[in-house]
């Protein structure tokens, strides 16, 4: 397996008209295994569409729109996992709930069968990263209800890794803990979100720790190396070959689209718009899931040959910051950074034409001077002492409200 070029050679290089083929086999089952839930019953009934007017891949468009705050209504409405899924609890057999963090968190479920998609998508992803059968892996995921761990148990197995999970630390004192109980173990790759990096990286100073990734390793580019759909649609959207820029996406297990999230109508290649999936090929499958992040999709061929398009995750819409009609994201910033700096974007409270950030470190005009360029908007830095912006032990909030 080590030299072959993809984990599914089959799958990823299918020939578009072969694909085109394939999801519009899919999306018709998806549309009609859907109408079996009431909550997508209802909506499939008001826009007047049913699985045999679907002829097409582009037919997606005739779906309507839904997202979280849909899914939080139906499980309120309908405790406790909601009326959107066709199969339940009785044909579940793992379960996890969203964190919360913007808002009541929510139920997801996976059968058997949709459990064996996001293993199959897994295993592409990270075989395109040169993760191998028989390597050892260290993550820093949080487990319990959250899914994100139990998800990486599954799929680093089907893979045929060893997972080796020490949980988000929450202090340098349990990340030291974490380091000094693994230390021993051949491990092979990390899988670690930046925040949890550099809080281990501190602790591995602390007591002559060797082996972490250095954090231009996990640095802005390489959000750009990974997409997701959320763990409620398609957890394994998508990763990067290495060959060029974005994601290859799982094509014939997704359909996605990028939107203006005013209008709905799809955004001009490589421009950015708000990311709606539909995932195929699942007993409860997902019509047009629009997530609230911002994305890019890129139809160019990519010389690995590989034969989907690739997406660029660019943040979370909620994230945007609006100076000056520009709007920015935390990674317009970030990428102008050192990759390992603490930094937090200030939201104004009322229209501004000039974006505040505050950042760790010594003053540096140079960076000051770039960022004003990028982001096209004069921008104000406050330079800080090192620790004294909030450390996260899974993700950092990157846009604070004025006065925070």
């Known amino acids: ?54 002829r097409e891949p582009a037919d997606v468009a005739l779906l309507p729109r839904f997202s979280k705050a849909d899914i939080r209504e139906s499980e309120q409405r309908t405790p406790p996992i909601g009326d959107y899924r066709p199969h339940g609890l009785d044909r579940a057999v793992r379960i996890a709930m969203s964190t919360g963090t913007t808002g009541r968190p ?14 199959e998508l897994s295993a592409r992803n990270h075989y395109r ?12 995921h949080p487990g319990y209800l959250n899914g994100g761990q139990g998800l990486q148990q599954a799929a680093y197995e089907h893979l045929g890794c060893l997972l080796v999970s020490i949980g988000p630390p929450d202090s340098v004192d349990a990340a030291e803990r974490a380091l000094r109980s693994i230390a021993e173990l051949p491990i092979d790759r990390w899988q670690l979100f930046p925040s949890a990096l550099l809080r281990l990286r501190e602790a591995a100073a602390r007591i002559g720790f060797d082996g972490l990734p250095e954090p231009e390793e996990i640095g802005p580019l390489t959000q750009y190396t990974k997409i997701s759909a959320g763990m409620e649609c398609v957890a394994y959207l998508g990763s990067s070959c290495g060959r060029s820029d974005g ?61 989907t398009r690739r997406g660029f995750w660019e943040g979370r819409a909620k994230d945007i910051v609006e100076v ?16 390992a700096a603490e930094y937090v974007i200030i939201r104004p409270e009322r229209p501004a034409d000039r974006l505040a950030i505050r950042v760790e470190g010594a003053r540096d005009t140079a960076v000051e001077d770039a960022l004003t360029e990028a982001v096209g908007v004069p921008v104000d830095v406050t330079w800080v002492g090192t620790g004294e912006l909030p450390r996260a032990a899974y993700k950092a909030q990157r846009v604070v409200p004025a006065g925070s």
Not at 108 to 119: A, K, N, Q, S, Y
Not at 290 to 304: F, G, Q
């Open 324 to 339: 000056a009609g520009r709007q920015v994201l935390p990674i317009d910033v970030w990428r102008h950074l050192d990759p």
């Open 106 to 119: 929510t139920a997801m479920i996976w059968t058997r069968r949709d459990l064996g998609v996001e293993c």
């Open 129 to 140: 990263h040169g993760i191998r059968p028989g390597m050892v892996v260290v993550s820093a």
């Open 1 to 54: 397996m080590t030299e072959q070029p993809y984990w599914n050679v089959e799958a990823q290089t299918l020939p578009p008209d072969t694909l085109a083929k394939l999801q519009t086999e899919r999306l018709r089952e998806a549309v009609a295994q859907a109408a079996r839930a009431p909550f997508f019953a209802d909506r499939l009934a008001a826009a007047g569409v049913r699985p045999d007017d679907i």
């Open 247 to 307: 994601s290859h996406l799982a094509e014939d297990y997704a359909l996605v689209e990028a939107v203006d999230p005013v209008t709905g109508e799809p955004v001009p290649d490589g421009q950015r718009g708000q990311l709606v999936v539909t995932s195929l090929g699942r007993d409860n499958p997902m019509l047009r899931y629009d997530l609230e992040d911002v994305v890019r999709i890129d139809a160019s061929p990519c010389p690995c040959g590989e034969t």
